[in-house]
């Protein structure tokens, strides 16, 4: 199922309606010109935008405001001169305005995503960012799936492609936060075909979901749905799953499993699959690691010894530690103080990121099945997790031409727009 902005003549849309709505799409508006569609743009939050290829439908503006948002632009011509004229603002998907339904089919659905524009595209630069950031907590809910989810948002919405991993070997649960279908887990089928060597982009954007949001998209590979699964989430195929989206993504935020228990030292059976194979796999491949409390005295005793396990397999550096729902009811006065002093004490840990205890805007995005930055912008929480996001993760979007998603112009304007009111100031 995709959703869809139309701008055609009246007869190609006729002809193609019956199909599209047969096919389970969703049509999001029904536009007369281009202008109407760049209005709509942020409301109605298409994934593809079809138009007609001729001037009252199609134009630069346009065309720079899908790149923008990361959304796919497919044009019908109807004849050579449409054609030309498509052509000549750089758009890479023009069809005849006679084609089959079943043909255009596989671009809105089917097909590997390809940039609307025919440029040369630099690959990113090795500017030391953490491609792949692991988030990892103790048992107890600390808050693991809200930091991932919201990172990625962050993430996205600084103009960044991004994927979110579901691999929680005991369950995951990214996919009912946000509603998305979660009948067949996506990242189990992604490491079954890497485990063949058959893991490829084609095979990705099959098995991949998408999380809409204006100017905040994001893929989603979804988690076990449950416990009988975890076998296929092998520690070779997670690694090399993640090896692969390392490559086509600028980020890669995987929620990872709490067990840092070795199975093997529990059976003599050696070569038995591991049920947390999934998370040592998804700790060896992180660049960062984000590990996450709860702030009350039983939720940092937990991260306290499991902080110190999970410096075993991964170096202290490269480990940030975040203390999630803060508030005086469960530390008393000067909540943050004592947990800065708590966690200087007895782990050596100097840096905290705290994220405030904000219970209306959690509850309001799992309500909703949207992330913080839609359900609740200007909330204290999704502040914080920006904050640590653009801070800690995301360095200043350049002004290169990126590879899929938005900005990949980069001018100041939508730079400054982006932040404003924000913690970081376009100059």
């Keep these: 199922m995709t959703r869809l902005a139309l701008a055609l003549d009246a007869a190609v849309e006729d002809r193609l309606l019956a199909d599209l709505v047969e096919a389970g799409h969703v049509i999001t508006a029904r536009l007369i010109g281009w202008r109407d569609v760049v209005d ?33 632009l497919i044009a019908l011509a109807a004849d050579d001169r449409d054609r030309a004229a498509a052509a000549g603002l750089g758009l890479h998907e023009i069809l005849d305005d006679r084609t089959p339904w079943h043909e255009i089919e596989r671009l809105v659905s089917g097909g ?57 070997p005991y369950g995951g649960t990214v996919a009912a936060a946000l509603g998305l279908l979660d009948e067949a887990p996506g990242f189990a089928a992604a490491c079954r075909l890497a485990g ?25 590979l979804t988690g076990l749905v449950g416990p009988s699964r975890w076998p296929e989430l092998t520690e070779q195929r997670v690694e090399a799953t993640l090896a692969a989206l390392r490559a ?60 110190a396990e999970l410096l075993e397999h991964v170096p202290p550096d490269g480990v940030d530690v975040i203390v999630n729902r803060v508030r005086s009811s469960a530390l008393g006065i000067d909540a943050h103080g004592q947990i800065r002093q708590t966690m200087r004490r007895f782990a050596g840990i100097s840096e905290v990121t705290m994220l405030p205890h904000d219970g209306r805007a959690a509850d309001s995005a799992i309500l909703t099945a949207r992330t913080l930055r839609e359900a609740a912008s200007r909330s204290p929480l999704r502040t914080s997790i920006r904050d640590y996001a653009l801070e800690r993760l995301a360095p200043v979007p350049d002004r290169r031409a990126r590879g899929f998603g938005p900005w990949r112009r980069g001018d100041e304007q939508v730079h400054a727009r982006h932040y404003a009111g924000g913690r970081v100031d376009a100059q």
Excluded at 40 to 57: F, Y
Excluded at 139 to 164: D, F, K, M, Y
Excluded at 202 to 216: D, K, S
């Design 248 to 307: 086509w993504a600028e980020y890669v935020v995987v929620d990872t499993g709490f067990s840092l228990e070795r199975d093997e030292e529990l059976t003599s059976d050696e070569f038995a699959p591991r049920r947390n194979a999934a998370t040592f796999a998804a700790l060896a491949a992180a660049d960062r690691v984000v590990a996450v409390g709860i702030a009350d005295p039983v939720g940092l005793s937990r991260l306290l010894r499991g902080h």
């Design 112 to 168: 590997v995503q390809v940039p609307s524009r025919i440029a040369e595209r630099p690959a990113p630069a090795d500017d030391g960012r953490p491609a792949v950031v692991a988030v990892w907590g103790p048992a107890g809910a600390p808050g693991r799936t809200l930091v991932s989810i919201n990172l990625a948002a962050e993430l996205a919405a600084a103009g960044h492609r991004v994927v979110l991993v579901d691999g929680d």
């Design 40 to 72: 709509c743009l942020d409301r109605v939050s298409p994934e593809v935008v079809l138009v007609g290829a001729g001037r009252g439908t199609l134009s630069a503006e346009l065309l720079s405001a899908c790149d923008e948002r990361g959304v796919r």
């Design 196 to 220: 063949a060597g058959a893991f490829d982009r084609t095979e990705f954007e099959r098995l991949v979901q998408r999380h809409t949001a204006p100017r905040a998209s994001f893929d989603v």
